[in-house]
């Protein structure tokens, strides 16, 4: 059985094709923390300052007592949903086997696609690839392979009546452009009752193998006292793609627009729409995409894939207690081989049990809180997030940004200046299920108003970078520096012979064969989009600890197949290939020749 892979040092992925084998063995090596991260932002030539047009105002003339209770509303909606437009996306669009950026400028600034040229730089090709001109409140962005034609699109999201954006890739003269086709790709999308879109998650909900689209649209509508649906009864959320960039609003048809419904007591505020990020992943592991949404005012949701575009709202608001929940991921964090969610908050500080969540699934659709213990409920103001091993020590561990400055504030509930100039936290796993925030040590001193956040090997030594947007603020790379002694990794990405060409929605697991190691089982899920506003490449990065392998990759392809990959060394990147010969039968069941 021959296969081939890259070196620890090569500049290009290598393609690894075989299968069949057997599973095993862990073991937990903790490091010592020590500054490893090194803010790279100039020498790699990703310098951008976010710009805004709009300004802080006072909060309590903004919402005197003159005001009604809706225009209230209104009106704190329209300052926010200013001040969230930013983000940013790392995926390989030009498919050299480095990841690349895009990074929002905000409305008076200008947004740029960064291409990695492979030697720890990076060069502007906004203007080559049709991208300049980005102009108004553009707000989230992710990369997906939305035509499934091999190549990755760019979805931007907008804010305060900006229409988003569906730039499709093509090869105009030998260069990779992008084109704006939202208007034919999204019809009967109605921007005044969706005036914002914090970006998009992608996932299959039919198995169809064409990716569809969940909106998310927290801050609006903009008017005053508008109807909180269109006439048809959409909240426009969830879309159904068809693999050549068009979709279908089937958010009534799902049951989604009915969660959000006036008349639903067991939905807070109304059923006002307050989603911020959104999540495809099967929770209760039944070969179908679930939906996890973060919310603010308590509206986080967890919902549930009744049979291809049907979704049941199952969340336990016993132990779903979000308060205020921007930023999202999910991984496996304690290793028990079912995938856990994290989600930022704003904390209250001072011992309130408000802050931020991590929720570990039971792999049946249920999940449980354990962020009381946890140390991570302090975050301050939360917005994007993301959960890699940042240590490779085989244990997840949680980053996000926060920040948000409310000039001459009066709620005695969030003093003035007090999330003001607040540095971005790193919790460290401890191993044990606590965590540690250890982001001044290891050199990650941001204290920008943080908005989004993308995790990713930009120079491919096998750690795990990251990249943060602020708002009116500098963008900020870091390179993680580990020393040479933790450098074990695994990253895998899949290449999908069906029409989802990335293989969204995939589970990746590893597990050493070598007895001497430990029996763990490692997991991840390859997904595309949101930590809230951003994006981080959709493919699997494990850190392995001390393990020496070799290693066992056990790939569970969205079209059901599973398939393993035995005897692989560690400190690779690999690229996984989809067998050419399976057969898909009415998108949901699979078979090899």
């Not at 269109?230 to 969660?259: E, F, K, P």
Request: hydrophobic share 35%; aromatic share 10%.
């Amino acid at each position: 059985m021959a296969y081939r892979c890259s070196g620890r040092y090569s500049k290009q992925m290598q393609k690894l094709l075989y299968a069949v084998a057997g599973l095993s063995a862990v073991s937990l090596a903790q490091f010592a923390y020590a500054q490893v991260f090194t803010d790279v932002t100039g020498g790699a030539g990703v310098t951008l300052q976010h710009q805004s047009s709009q300004t802080i105002v006072d909060i309590d003339n903004a919402l005197d007592n003159s005001i009604t209770p809706i225009e209230n509303m209104h009106i704190t909606a329209q300052l926010m949903s200013s001040w969230l437009s930013a983000g940013v996306a790392a995926a390989d669009y030009d498919a050299d086997g480095w990841p690349d950026l895009f990074v929002i400028g905000g409305d008076l600034g200008s947004s740029k696609l960064f291409r990695n040229l492979g030697d720890g730089s990076f060069e502007d090709k906004t203007t080559v690839a049709g991208l300049n001109g980005l102009d108004g409140f553009v707000a989230g962005a992710v990369f997906a392979d939305i035509d499934a034609d091999d190549d990755l699109d760019l979805f931007l999201g907008g804010a305060l009546g900006q229409r988003p954006r569906m730039l499709m890739q093509r090869q105009v003269d030998g260069e990779r452009v992008f084109v704006d086709t939202f208007s034919i790709a999204f019809p009967g999308y109605q921007l005044e009752f969706a005036p914002n879109t914090w970006g998009a998650s992608f996932g299959d909900i039919n198995s169809d193998q064409c990716l569809d689209v969940f909106l998310p649209h927290s801050l609006t509508p903009l008017g005053p006292t508008p109807p909180w649906k269109t006439v048809a009864g959409s909240t426009q959320h969830l879309w159904q793609g068809n693999c050549i960039g068009r979709y279908q609003d089937i958010s009534v048809s799902s049951g989604i627009a009915g969660i959000f419904d006036d008349d639903n007591n067991n939905f807070p505020n109304d059923g006002r729409d307050q989603t911020f990020a959104g999540i495809f992943v099967d929770i209760n592991e039944d070969q179908q995409n679930d939906l996890l949404i973060t919310g603010d005012i308590g509206s986080s949701l967890v919902l549930v894939n009744q049979g291809g575009s049907q979704f049941a709202d199952m969340t336990d608001r016993s132990d779903i207690d979000d308060r205020n929940a921007m930023g999202s991921d999910v991984a496996d964090v304690n290793l028990d081989g079912h995938l856990d969610w994290f989600s930022s908050n704003i904390s209250n500080l001072g011992g309130s049990p408000f802050g931020n969540r991590l929720y570990l699934g039971d792999g049946a659709g249920s999940f449980s809180r354990v962020q009381d213990n946890a140390g991570i409920l302090e975050g301050l103001w939360g917005w994007g997030a993301c959960i890699a091993d940042f240590n490779l020590d085989r244990h997840p561990d949680i980053f996000h940004v926060n920040g948000f400055y409310f000039g001459n504030n009066t709620n005695p509930n969030i003093p003035h200046d007090r999330f003001d100039n607040t540095a971005a936290v790193l919790y460290m796993s401890n191993g044990d299920g606590s965590y540690t925030d250890m982001a001044q040590t290891m050199g990650i001193g941001d204290s920008n108003e943080g908005r989004g956040v993308a995790c990713f090997d930009y120079d491919q030594d096998g750690d795990i970078d990251i990249a943060i947007s602020n708002y009116k603020g500098p963008f900020k790379l870091y390179r993680n520096d580990l020393p040479a002694a933790q450098q074990r990794y695994l990253s895998v990405r899949l290449d999908g012979s069906t029409k989802n060409t990335e293989a969204i929605g995939a589970l990746v697991q590893v597990q050493s064969e070598n007895t001497d190691d430990s029996n763990q089982q490692l997991t991840q899920l390859i997904k595309a989009g949101s930590h809230f506003v951003s994006a981080s490449p959709a493919l699997a990065h494990f850190g392995l600890g001390d393990w020496q392998g070799p290693l066992t990759i056990t790939v569970s392809w969205p079209s059901s197949e599973q398939q393993q990959f035995p005897g692989v060394a560690i400190n690779q990147h690999l690229v996984l290939e989809q067998p050419e010969d399976q057969i898909l039968f009415s998108g949901f069941e699979s078979v090899l020749k």
